[in-house]
């Protein structure tokens, strides 16, 4: 199938893409003490090099005590970690790219790391790691204004240092999506409740204050998925009209784009249509959406957690779906940590050079 629509541009605000194609975010533990180094730009310069229309960072941790479980992963406040970030920025423009950095805050998911915890307590809606498993306090009113807060400081930062956009991961079990997801946020105060609307009202206040501190015209990407590593079969939204309700206030307080996170972008989200939940988002809501899950690669990615490798894919079910509009671009994740000229390759045709995934890529910056 011809790859003219995934090469074509895209355009929302003020971002202008050269194609489809976005480097999933991908956490790389590569940033000692939370500073990432010249080979983590360099990592990503390489990507903006080879045909990446927009590189979506690791996972970045905003200014709380406990916004991240791992010593390694890159925060985003703080001057030496923010001038690491700038000269991101400054080698993946210099190289074409584009770019936006993913913030982050892991909530109640804690370190595996028997050296090290994080220089205070996790924060989470009701002290709940998965439903059922208590292990801390529900944060306090001033702990949920100042985590809002600090969202909000970290995308002004991210427009400051020259990216081009910002992503809030609220997705895969972490903070934000511990609000979302009944099971752990227990809370019966403003910010909880029985709907999953009145549970989004932590990501409404952080999209707010996102949308303040970055002006009407710098694009926001949301990061969302039904799913969580604790358990993979869960759905926030049983049915479209849940799914509207949820999004709809998101992109009210100032979300731009949807994305979407599957673990295979063809499983359709709803019986009696083929749709994704890409698909839906932005058949509901009307807003760009970004689809991601296991493109171009035959296996997913929790199991290649677990030591599976993949072998390159056909992408026609993928261009299939973006040929009728499904969704607006396309999110790729290990193909892209494996190979830096996965997207040139596929430009170019040479699909016998694309290359299978192998868990090792995980402790490479290739
Ligand atoms: C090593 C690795 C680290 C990841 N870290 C993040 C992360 O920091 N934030 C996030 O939203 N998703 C993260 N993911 C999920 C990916 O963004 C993506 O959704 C997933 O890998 C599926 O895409 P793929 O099948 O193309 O790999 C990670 C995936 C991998 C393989």
Redesign the pocket.
């Known amino acids: 199938m011809s790859t003219d629509h995934l090469f074509s541009p895209f355009k929302v605000k003020s971002l202008t893409l050269k194609n489809r194609i976005v480097m ?4 790389r533990s590569f940033s000692p003490d939370g500073v990432a180094t010249q080979a983590v730009a360099d990592y990503y310069r390489r990507r903006a090099e080879h045909d990446v229309g927009l590189i979506v960072s ?2 970045t941790g905003v200014a709380r005590p406990a916004s991240l479980n791992d010593r390694n992963v890159p925060r985003f406040h703080g001057d030496a970690e923010l001038a690491a970030w700038k000269t991101v920025i400054d080698e993946v423009h210099a190289a074409g790219g584009v770019m936006a950095p ?1 913030i ?1 805050h892991v909530g109640a998911v804690r370190t595996r790391d028997p050296d090290w915890t994080p220089p205070g307590a996790y924060d989470s809606p009701s002290g709940y790691s998965s439903p059922g498993h208590q292990f801390g306090e529900a944060m306090t009113d001033a702990e949920v204004a100042d985590t809002i807060a600090a969202f909000g400081k970290a995308a002004g930062a991210a427009k400051a240092l020259g990216f081009d956009s910002v992503e809030l ?1 609220g ?2 079990g972490y903070l934000i999506d511990q609000f979302f997801w009944g099971g752990v946020n227990l809370r019966d105060d403003h910010w909880g409740g029985k709907t999953l609307p009145e549970r989004s009202r932590f990501a409404v206040e952080i999209l707010k204050a996102v949308r303040a501190e970055v002006g009407e015209d710098f694009p926001v990407i949301i ?1 969302l998925s039904q799913w969580k590593q604790q358990d993979f079969t869960h759905k926030l939204a049983e049915t479209p009209a849940e799914m509207e309700a949820w999004l709809r206030p998101l992109a009210d307080a100032g979300a731009d784009i949807f994305h979407c ?1 599957q ?1 295979r972008f063809w499983e359709p989200e709803y019986e009696g249509s083929d749709l994704n939940f890409a698909g839906w988002a932005k058949k509901l809501i009307g807003k760009p959406t970004i689809t ?4 171009g ?1 035959s296996g ?2 929790i199991a ?1 957690f677990g030591g599976e490798s993949s072998q390159p894919a056909t992408l026609d079910r993928l261009l299939e779906r973006l040929d009728r509009g499904e969704f607006d671009l396309v ?5 892209l ?1 494996q190979d830096p000229e996965w997207a040139t390759k596929v430009k170019q045709g040479r699909n016998d050079e694309l290359k299978p995934f192998e868990r090792q890529a ?1 402790g490479v910056l290739y």
């Open positions: 999933a975010p991908m956490t690791e996972g993913q982050w991961h997705a895969h990061r996170s673990r991601v899950g296991s493109v690669l997913e990615f290649a999110a790729v994740g290990r193909a940590l995980m």
